[in-house]
C-alpha cells in the first residue's frame, strides 16, 4: 500500500477555489479562474522562501568544482541561501568554510590573495548566482567546495504540473490559496487566514530539523 501520493496543480486549485465557494463540486475550472489561481500559488510559494527555517526537504547538496579564480558557479543556478560550505581537499577531508557579508568581502584589500580558500561569500541576485572564494587557489588536482543549501521551489508551468510540495504540504498549499484567492471572490471570511496559519505552522514544525520555526500568513 502507498503511504505517499501526488497532486497536480489543478488539484490544489480547485480544493482552494471548493474552499471559498468559487466553483462547485464537479464543476469545470473555468480557465481565467485557473490562470489567475496559477499565478498566485507560484508567488506564494516564492514568498515562503523568504523565512528562515526552510522545510528540510528543501535542503540539498551539491559539489562545487574548484578553479583559481574567485568566482564559481552554482548548480542549480541559484539556491536560496548556503547553510554551509566545506572545502575539500585531495585526501577528502572537509574542512568548514567561513561566510562573509557582502560588505566583508569587498573590503578586503587584495581579492586575488593566493593560498588555501578559508572563507566564502554568496552573491545571489535576480537571475544568477556565484560563490566567491578567498584566498584564491593557485592551482587545483581534484579539490570541490561541498555546498549545502536551501533549494528554490519549482516553477509551475501548466495545471497538469505535480505541486513541487511533499504530501503533508498539500493542505497547507489548499488553505494557503484560499485565503490569499479569498478576497479577490468576494469572501470575507477571518478564519481563513487563521486556518492557513495553522496548517502551514503545522507542516513547519513536523519538517523542522531540531529548530522553532513561526510563519505567519
Same mark, same amino acid.
Given at each position: 500500500?502507498?503511504?505517499?501520493? *501526488? ?10 477555489? &471548493? ?12 480557465? /481565467?479562474?485557473?490562470?489567475? $489561481? #496559477? +499565478?498566485?500559488?507560484?508567488? #506564494? ?20 568544482? !574548484?578553479?583559481?579564480? $574567485? %568566482? ?17 581537499? *585531495? ?13 566583508? =568581502? ?7 590573495? /593566493?593560498? /588555501?580558500?578559508?572563507? @566564502? =561569500?554568496?552573491? +545571489? ?10 584566498? #584564491? @587557489?593557485?592551482?587545483?588536482? /581534484?579539490?570541490? @567546495?561541498?555546498? *549545502? ?7 509551475? $508551468?501548466?495545471?497538469?504540473? *505535480? ?6 504540504? =498539500?493542505?497547507? %498549499? ?6 490569499? &484567492? ?9 478564519? &481563513?487566514?487563521?486556518?492557513? !496559519?495553522? =496548517? &502551514?505552522?503545522?507542516?513547519? %514544525? %513536523? ?11
Amino acid at each position: 500500500m502507498a503511504v505517499t501520493g *501526488t497532486e497536480t496543480v489543478r488539484e490544489i486549485i480547485t480544493d482552494a477555489l &471548493l474552499d471559498i465557494g468559487a466553483v462547485q463540486e464537479g464543476e469545470d475550472l473555468p480557465a /481565467t479562474q485557473a490562470a489567475q $489561481a #496559477l +499565478r498566485v500559488l507560484n508567488r #506564494l510559494m516564492k514568498t515562503w522562501q523568504m523565512y528562515e527555517g526552510s522545510p528540510a526537504f528543501l535542503v540539498s547538496s551539491q559539489s562545487v568544482t !574548484a578553479t583559481t579564480s $574567485a %568566482a564559481h558557479t552554482m548548480s542549480p543556478i541559484r539556491p536560496v541561501r548556503l547553510l554551509s560550505v566545506r572545502l575539500k581537499g *585531495t585526501s577528502g577531508i572537509e574542512i568548514p568554510m567561513v561566510e562573509m557579508t557582502r560588505g566583508e =568581502y569587498d573590503d578586503l584589500p587584495d581579492k586575488d590573495s /593566493t593560498g /588555501t580558500p578559508t572563507q @566564502f =561569500y554568496y552573491d +545571489r541576485q535576480k537571475e544568477t548566482a556565484r560563490l566567491y572564494v578567498w584566498p #584564491l @587557489f593557485s592551482s587545483v588536482t /581534484t579539490e570541490t @567546495f561541498e555546498v *549545502t543549501y536551501e533549494r528554490e521551489f519549482e516553477d509551475i $508551468a501548466s495545471l497538469g504540473d *505535480t505541486i513541487d510540495l511533499p504530501s503533508e504540504w =498539500y493542505d497547507v %498549499a489548499v488553505k494557503q490559496l484560499a485565503a490569499r &484567492l479569498a478576497p479577490s471572490y468576494g469572501v470575507r471570511d477571518p478564519s &481563513l487566514a487563521g486556518e492557513a !496559519a495553522y =496548517y &502551514l505552522n503545522l507542516a513547519l %514544525a %513536523a519538517g523542522a530539523e531540531n529548530r522553532s520555526v513561526f510563519w505567519r500568513a
